[in-house]
């Protein structure tokens, strides 16, 4: 008899001998690979990091194999060792948060008891887990409604995918034709790929002059409709500067046309845990369905997607039938039948590191967090508008986003300005020493510039890491002005 693999290689939740073992090999290999780095990503650049990488991590397949010890330390020291550290003060481009200790060992967890979500005897426990959090996180979008639901998904791209495909379903039982969709141009792209993906409509895009979306405009565009049915999707927390659209006003406006509301708070949504914060939401609960994401501002490793709706029989277009799943003599025996709650079959249980954290940080804890987030952006915004070499996009900081430009830009003629605030970021990349993120957005006299973009999502980033990101910037646009001078 061939030995297929190690008798104690299996996961084994019963007997943790082997996980423990290899989960000290995998700590000691992502710390080796945190000093080995160095900074918040590896320095020289792409063909630096694939050489490296390769040289711990090839052949991917051996012939013979290494042995879970040498594989395991290899391939997560090269990750860790060419990793851009959402845990580093400096790496702050995009919306990709530090995820939690807690989360991170409940994931560990999850993958151990691998709980598949599309069936109960899969997941006798861990589906009931997920009614609870799943419910908590309905009300927190919902507070006034009697029946709120939501589903947890793979993020955003996920939820506006399912957000469009109700609203498709609702519009066919209705006999109506297939619902247009109205986006900002300040929407996330993945609405307008799920228009596609569904074959609805092309979205019409609506005119958002402040980064924003513009209630007259989006009233122009629904009067121009006729009256068929429409879905406005508006955005809590855009992705390049985490602006809120007026969503009061916005509500509104769709309502006096018969249009639905969905809101992608992809970012905005953890706002809700804060009770100084939740005004900025305010309106939101006029949406029929809302997109939030707890792997930007909530500190999930991905995926933790969520999308709540207003009223739970609006998921009911979910609901599928597969013998081998939730055949009906076992759902009327008394099985939860969970093939409903997704687009997918398989499926993580990601609620697993959510009840964790939420439980250990608490509403509060979590509200903590996310002003400590909001509260930074308003004093790095603050930091910017006095240092004598950089200056701001004008107006309010979003959510937790600023958008800055070197003075020494302005002064350049044509598309050089623009050319130095990339070569600033791409210089600090290469070098390993900032992860800033690009945005083209409109300036003061109207026209687009581009900006560094920085995402504050680090719940505890203290000013002395704001000072030093700042400095940073400030010296190597005078490097780079200097030598192109
Ligand atoms: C990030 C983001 C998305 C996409 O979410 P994923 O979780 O990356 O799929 C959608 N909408 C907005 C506004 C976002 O910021």
């Not at 481009?93 to 939690?100: E, G, K, T, V, Y």
């Not at 402040?210 to 989006?218: E, F, I, V, Y």
């Not at 309106?283 to 930007?296: N, P, Q, R």
Request: charged share 20%.
């Amino acid at each position: 008899m061939s030995e297929a693999v190690r008798p104690d290689a299996v996961a084994d939740p019963d007997s943790p001998h082997a996980l423990r073992r290899l989960s000290a090999i995998a700590l000691g290999a992502l710390a080796d690979g945190a000093t080995a780095r160095g900074g918040p990503l590896p320095a020289g650049g792409p063909g630096q990091v694939a050489a490296r990488t390769r040289a711990l991590c090839s052949p991917v397949l051996p012939e013979e194999g290494l042995g879970a010890e040498e594989a395991l330390y290899g391939v997560v020291r090269a990750a860790a060792e060419g990793a851009a550290d959402p845990s580093a003060r400096h790496c702050v481009a995009h919306l990709h948060c530090p995820p939690l200790a807690v989360a991170a060992a409940a994931d560990l967890a999850a993958s151990a008891l691998n709980p598949s979500m599309d069936s109960w005897d899969q997941a006798p426990a861990a589906a009931v887990i997920e009614e609870e959090v799943t419910a908590v996180l309905a009300r927190l979008i919902y507070p006034g409604r009697p029946g709120p639901d939501a589903v947890v998904t793979s993020g955003g791209t996920e939820s506006n995918l399912v957000a469009l495909l109700l609203a498709r379903e609702r519009a066919r039982a209705a006999g109506a034709r297939a619902p247009q969709v109205f986006a900002g141009a300040n929407a996330h792209h993945s609405v307008r790929r799920a228009a596609w993906m569904l074959g609805l409509p092309e979205a019409v895009v609506v005119d958002c002059p402040d980064g924003r979306m513009s209630p007259a405009a989006l009233d122009r565009a629904l009067a121009a409709n006729g009256g068929g049915p429409a879905l406005a999707v508006a955005t809590a927390g855009t992705t390049d500067e985490g602006l809120i659209d007026p969503l009061p006003e916005l509500a509104a406006v769709a309502r006096s046309h018969g249009a639905e509301l969905h809101v992608d708070a992809a970012y905005g949504g953890p706002l809700m845990f804060s009770a100084k914060l939740a005004p900025r939401l305010a309106g939101i609960e006029h949406a029929v369905s809302v997109t939030y994401d707890l792997h930007k501002l909530g500190w999930q490793p991905v995926a933790a997607g969520v999308l709540a709706v207003a009223d739970a029989f609006l998921l009911e277009p979910l609901a599928l039938t597969a013998d081998y799943l939730n055949a009906d003599d076992d759902t009327e025996a008394g099985l939860p039948d969970l093939l409903g709650r997704s687009i997918r079959t398989s499926r993580r249980p990601d609620v697993l590191k959510i009840a964790a954290t939420l439980r250990a940080l608490g509403r509060q804890g979590m509200a903590r967090a996310v002003e400590h987030c909001v509260e930074t952006a308003v004093r790095f915004a603050a930091a910017v508008d006095a240092h004598p070499a950089l200056r701001r996009r004008a107006g309010e900081p979003g959510i937790s986003t600023v958008l800055l430009r070197p003075a020494a830009a302005d002064a350049l003629p044509g598309e050089a300005g623009d050319e130095l605030v990339a070569a600033i970021r791409r210089d600090l990349l290469a070098e390993g020493r900032a992860v800033l993120g690009r945005a083209v957005a409109a300036d003061h006299d109207g026209r687009r510039r581009l900006w560094l973009k920085v995402t504050l999502l680090h719940p505890q980033t203290a000013a002395a890491d704001l000072d030093a990101l700042l400095k940073l910037v400030a010296e190597r646009a005078e490097h780079l002005s200097r030598r192109d001078a």
